[in-house]
């Protein structure tokens, strides 16, 4: 087996350009979740853990 991933996905959230404002809460509660430890949890809970939670900040 090697190490590394097979296929990777990620998972984003949509804000149609101009709401300055949902952009805003929807990044300030994924940041207050990913902190918390809330998102590790619910990975961990469904059999993901090997899933890694992005870092504190990242945007693509």
Do not use: N, Q
Not at 25 to 32: H, K, L, N, Q
């Amino acid at each position: 087996m090697l190490d590394g991933h097979f296929h990777a996905a990620g998972t984003a959230v949509a804000v149609p350009k101009g709401h300055t404002e949902a952009l805003e809460v929807f990044s300030g509660m994924i940041e207050d979740l990913k902190g918390d430890g809330t998102v590790r949890k619910v990975f961990d809970a469904h059999g993901m853990e090997t899933a890694t939670v992005a870092p504190a900040g990242s945007r693509s």
